[in-house]
């Protein structure tokens, strides 16, 4: 573990890797975001039941869990280094007054945070290289600006490489879910990390988030971590 990130079991060769860009929401003792530390429970800071269900999964042989190890709303790895998101300035109508960094300090942020995340997963999957990456996040059950609620348990995301995906997909169906299909948003916008390490590469991952509420609890983060671990891994031979 750093302060960047948490490595949890043992990486594989021809293992799976799960990889949760959101998985934290703690901020370091001397970085003030100047919120509401209420914020820090909610979506805004941190992807709610991925942590839990990475952690489950790694239990078990042949997986391992990379997971980033602050908020989101500290450094966010699932965004380009120069994107204005990387470090928030605002989220989701929400002022984040201590994020307002001069150029000194915003580059002082990334090479604390973001450039260790990146280089640290991209060592593990060099040193061990998985027969698949699972890309794992979670999404709200419906927008703040919407009072409709999302209809999709779980969605598929991915970018240009949908080998995986396709394979996934029927899979997760046959398991009686809602599945969206780059729902309830588009892989091919926010995939920076697996741009990065794994399109980038040519190396298969699948893109899941599931609705918060599914896992939300323990019983659906065990629920969870077993039905990805089986369904991960049937993908991963398919892929052979």
Known sequence: M???FRLLGTPRFGGILVVSDHASNR??????????????????????????VGALMAQRPGIAAFQANVSRLVCDGNREPHA??????ASDGHAIPGNALDHAAHLA???RFFHPYHAALADVLDSAPP??????????PQL???????????GVLY??????????????????????????YSGKLLNYTMNRHAEADGRPYLGIEVRQDQIGDAAGQARWAERLSRIANAVALRLE
């Open 2 to 4: 750093s302060e960047a």
């Open 27 to 52: 901020v370091p003792d001397d970085i003030e975001l100047g919120i509401d530390p209420a914020l820090l429970s909610q979506h805004i800071a941190v992807d709610i039941g991925v942590a839990e």
């Open 84 to 89: 204005p998101a990387v470090i928030p300035i």
């Open 131 to 140: 027969a698949l990456i699972l890309s794992l996040h979670s999404f709200t």
């Open 144 to 154: 703040a600006s919407s009072e409709e609620p999302r209809p999709w348990q779980v």
């Open 109 to 111: 942020r990334l090479d």
């Open 159 to 184: 970018n240009q490489d949908d080998r995986a995906a396709r394979i996934a997909i029927p899979m997760l169906e046959a398991e009686g879910l809602v599945v969206g299909d780059q729902q309830p």
